[in-house]
C-alpha cells in the first residue's frame, strides 16, 4: 500500500502489525497506535509543537539519573501511575487501599528492630509509628514485612540530598512482632513539591498546576501468601489533600497526627512527652 494520507495511514500501520507473534505485544501495538493517531487527529498538532513534544520527551529521559526518575513523576502527574495502580488491585472487602509507589523508594534500606529510630532528632519533630499488620479475617500476620520512607520536616527525601544513596535515612524495613505489630519512631514529615526543576515541572506550569503532595509516609507491607500493599498514610488536614499532585489520596488513607501528652504511647511504649503519634491498622488480602 502506498499513498497515505490521514484518512489510510491508521489502517496501513495496523496491517504492519499483523505479522506480530506475541499476541499480547501486538494487542498493545495496536492499541497504543488507534488511540495515538486518534490524539493527533483531535489536537491537529502543527510541525513545531511536535517537535517539542519530542523534544519534551527527550529531556525528561535526560533527567533521569539514579537517584531521579523522570519518567515516574511524568506518569505520576498525569494520572496515569493511579490508573495503573487501581487496575491492578482491584481488592475487595476491607483491604487496605493502595496508591502510587513513588520515585523514592529504595530496596537498599536498612533492616532495624522494632521501635528503632530512622531519623535523627535534627530532621523534624518527634513521632512514633504504631501500626498492626492483619489478613481480611482480622487475624494477625506474624512476621510481615513493613518498609518504609517519607520526607524530611522540610520536604526532602534522603536521596535528594548531597550524600545521596550513600546516606539513606528516614526509610527503613520492620519485621511485625508475633501478634501483627510493629512500630517506630522518626520525625513528622511536611508536605513538599515534586522535582519541578526539570521538563515535568515545566509542563506543570504550563497547565496551571501546582506541584505539591500532602504529608505522608511511605509504607510498602508484605508477607508470604498475602498479595503485597503499596500505599500511603496521609495526615489529616493538610492543605494539599483535595490537591495532590500525583492523585494518590484516598479518605480510608487519611489518618489523624495525635500529640501524647505524657510519657507513654498507646501501645505502651516510651516516648517525650509532645511526640506526635500515626497509627494505622493494614490488612492483607490473601494471594489471588
Known amino acids: ?13 495496523l496491517e504492519r502489525l499483523s505479522g506480530c507473534e506475541n499476541e499480547r505485544t501486538r494487542q498493545i501495538s495496536e492499541a497504543l497506535v488507534r488511540h495515538l493517531h486518534a490524539f493527533l487527529k483531535e489536537i491537529e498538532p502543527t510541525e513545531a509543537e511536535w517537535a517539542g513534544a519530542i523534544d519534551f520527551l527527550t529531556r525528561t529521559g535526560q533527567m ?6 523522570e519518567f515516574i513523576l511524568l506518569s505520576d502527574t498525569l494520572g ?10 482491584r481488592f475487595t472487602g476491607n ?6 509507589l513513588g520515585p523514592f523508594y529504595v530496596e537498599e534500606a536498612r533492616d532495624l528492630p ?67 505489630r510493629f512500630w517506630f519512631r522518626s520525625i513528622v514529615p511536611a508536605f513538599y513539591p515534586i522535582p519541578n526543576d526539570g521538563p515535568v515541572g515545566k509542563m506543570l ?9 500532602p504529608a505522608h509516609v511511605h509504607f510498602k507491607v508484605s508477607a508470604p501468601g498475602f498479595e503485597t500493599i503499596v500505599t500511603h498514610v496521609f495526615i489529616e488536614g493538610d492543605r494539599y489533600l483535595d490537591s495532590d499532585v500525583v492523585f494518590g489520596v484516598k479518605d480510608g488513607l487519611i ?34
Open 1 to 13: 500500500m502506498r499513498n497515505f494520507n490521514e484518512d489510510n495511514i491508521t489502517q496501513a500501520v
Open 64 to 69: 533521569c539519573s539514579e537517584t531521579r526518575q
Open 80 to 89: 496515569v501511575s493511579m490508573l495503573v495502580d487501581a487496575l491492578n488491585h
Open 95 to 100: 483491604a487496605t487501599e493502595t496508591t502510587v
Open 114 to 180: 522494632l521501635g528503632a529510630s530512622i531519623s535523627h532528632a535534627s530532621d523534624g519533630p518527634a513521632m512514633i509509628v504504631e501500626g498492626s499488620v492483619s489478613d481480611q479475617h482480622g487475624e494477625p500476620i506474624a512476621g510481615a514485612l513493613i518498609e518504609t520512607w517519607h520526607a524530611d520536616d522540610h520536604g526532602f527525601y534522603d536521596v535528594q540530598r548531597e550524600a545521596g544513596l550513600t546516606a539513606l535515612d528516614m526509610r527503613a524495613r520492620f519485621h511485625a512482632d508475633e501478634n501483627g
Open 205 to 213: 506550569d504550563a497547565q496551571g498546576r501546582h506541584p505539591y503532595r
Open 255 to 288: 489518618a489523624r497526627l495525635e500529640t501524647i501528652e505524657g510519657s507513654m504511647s498507646p501501645a505502651g511504649h516510651e516516648v517525650t512527652p509532645g511526640t506526635a503519634l500515626l497509627a494505622y491498622p493494614f490488612v492483607l488480602p490473601a494471594k489471588r
